[in-house]
């Protein structure tokens, strides 16, 4: 079946999960391996292949699709339904009864690809149509994967996982919203090292190593950021820029990625890469300043 371009990544993703739901599927009685280290090879690859597919999907398409009425609406709260399903699977997995766990969790995941592909694909490509689609596909496209190598934990507890490319995410375990019981443990997160996460944060731009800074704004807060700041604007060619955070968060939006959003606070900074659109959206509490570099002559 021929599939819209701006799905094209999602639906590419199915073939993975078809493979996964398989894979599990085929878990024999007399298996050799030791069924706790399949079942954490089996939570490795659904947090490093599942879990992004679907949080692209829910944070995309699922809203659009309820905002859009019947049929999507009921499709897309079908889709919801499964992933909370085949998420709480994965997080009960145990060593007693294996078999028939991975047996319903396998038979799940393809009839939940054949759902998507067969009825909630051509749904979106009918009902939101090529145009919508097609803006849409940037923002559709996974962020590149990047190994866990550690973890640590946030000021208010929480779990990040820190990652090969030097950027940090959060891992939380907050069901029904996030279901990851095994990052409440040391085991558990212990399973996770080396699992490849997508890193939003890798889609900005990188700052050149050959540029220098040459000048910086005053500290801004939410009264004093000027408003073409906050509104579609480029920068030169040949300038670079900097969102350093000292307070609160600002979220950075990429306007020509598919309004990607990535949330700036003190450990992250956006970097501004000349002539692409973006604004910026700072909370009530935020205090940040933009530093300018470019190629010195």
């Known amino acids: 079946m021929k599939r819209h371009p701006g799905l094209a990544s999602l639906s590419r993703d199915h073939h993975h999960a078809l493979v996964l739901a398989r894979e599990a599927r085929g ?29 692209i999907e829910e944070r995309e398409l699922v809203g659009r699709s309820v905002a859009s009425g019947e049929p999507l609406a009921s499709l897309a709260a079908r889709v919801v339904a499964d992933h909370d399903a085949l998420r709480a699977m994965v997080a009960s997995l145990e060593p007693s009864g294996l078999e028939s766990q991975c047996e319903a969790f396998g038979a799940r995941l393809e009839e939940h690809v054949r759902f998507e592909e067969r009825a909630w694909f051509p749904a979106l490509e009918e009902h939101l149509g090529s145009d919508a689609l097609a803006r849409l596909a940037a923002a559709l496209r996974p962020a590149p994967p990047s190994a866990i190598v550690g973890f640590r934990q946030d000021d208010e ?132 300043f933009v530093r300018f570099s470019k190629r010195s002559e």
Request: charged share 25%; aromatic share 6%; with cysteine.
């Open 157 to 288: 507890g929480a779990f990040v996982a820190e990652l090969a490319c030097g950027h940090a995410q959060h891992v939380r375990h907050r069901p029904p919203l996030e279901n990851r019981p095994w990052v409440t443990t040391e085991a558990g997160r212990r399973e996770l090292v080396g699992t490849a996460l997508p890193c939003p944060l890798c889609r900005m731009p990188k700052l050149p190593a050959d540029v220098a800074h040459y000048k910086q704004t005053a500290l801004f807060d939410a009264r004093s950021v000027p408003a073409g700041l906050k509104r579609s604007h480029t920068l030169k060619a040949g300038t670079w820029a900097e969102i350093v955070v000292e307070q609160g968060r600002v979220l950075y939006v990429l306007e020509d990625d598919g309004d990607m959003s990535v949330v700036l606070h003190s450990g992250v900074v956006g970097v501004v890469a000349p002539e692409r659109p973006h604004h910026v959206e700072p909370d009530d509490d935020a205090r940040f």
């Open 27 to 55: 878990l024999l009685p007399d298996d050799t391996r030791d069924p706790a280290a399949f079942i954490a090879e089996l939570r490795r690859r659904f947090v490093g292949e599942l879990a992004p597919h679907f949080a």
